[in-house]
């Protein structure tokens, strides 16, 4: 295989791992989300409308993080802090 034919290839398996993401965050019943360094949500799947009764627009309005409760912060950024060291991270907010 020659480098373009690895490049398109690279580009197929990449476009193919996107789309499974897409569908499994339209699917999941669960929050699913992602964030930016600057603290607000980039991506969020529509179960946060369902089960918030937030609307998207407004849940990206403000920082992740004011939406935890305020005695749960501390325990969240930990996890997160966790999952960026490449840690495997299992917890619940309320």
């Not at 476009?15 to 699917?27: H, R, T």
């Not at 992602?34 to 918030?52: E, R």
């Amino acid at each position: 295989m020659n480098t373009t034919q690895s490049h398109i290839k690279s580009t197929e398996t990449m476009a193919e791992a996107e789309s499974a993401i897409k569908i499994l965050f339209s699917l999941s019943l669960d929050l699913l989300c992602t964030f930016g360094q600057n603290g607000y949500f980039q991506q969020l799947n529509p179960a946060w409308a369902k089960v918030l009764g937030w609307t998207c627009s407004q849940l990206r309005s403000r920082p992740w993080i004011e939406w935890i409760y305020p005695e749960d912060r501390e325990f969240t950024l930990n996890a997160v802090r966790d999952c960026t060291q490449g840690k495997l991270v299992e917890y619940r907010n309320r």
